[in-house]
């Protein structure tokens, strides 16, 4: 289902909580909003659709991808990025990494871990920050 983006600050500054399996309507309810929203938008954390909980969606390269409790196992290539996210106005300046290397659980709940670089590394991390209340 298509869920409206929350823009209230007070709500995505709240650190989001671990999912579990029964949370993947959360996730299928990410897919349909980032669908909706994909002329401008490329991922989506669910606590910008009213979730607390530690899943994301993004867009890899066209095919779209769910993270369950994602957690960056390693990091390289840091460099400074002007980000903008569907639920604020404007731009804000972050430091990100060009590499990371990912484990999280897929919608069976399964674990997965892959390295990312370039722009999905940088939706990965900017959808994280999310997670613990960053304002990006």
Known sequence: MVKPIIRD??????VSAPAAAEDIHIAQDL???LAANSEHCVGLAANMIGELKRILVFDNNGEAVVM???EI?????PYSAEEGCLSL????????FGTIKVRWQNMEMQTRIKTFSGFPAQIIQHEMDHFEGKII
């Open 73 to 77: 196992l390693k990091r390289s290539q």
């Open 89 to 96: 106005e404007g731009t804000r300046r972050t430091e990100r």
């Open 31 to 33: 897919l349909d909003t």
């Open 9 to 14: 600050t007070f709500f995505l500054s709240r």
């Open 68 to 70: 369950i409790n994602p």
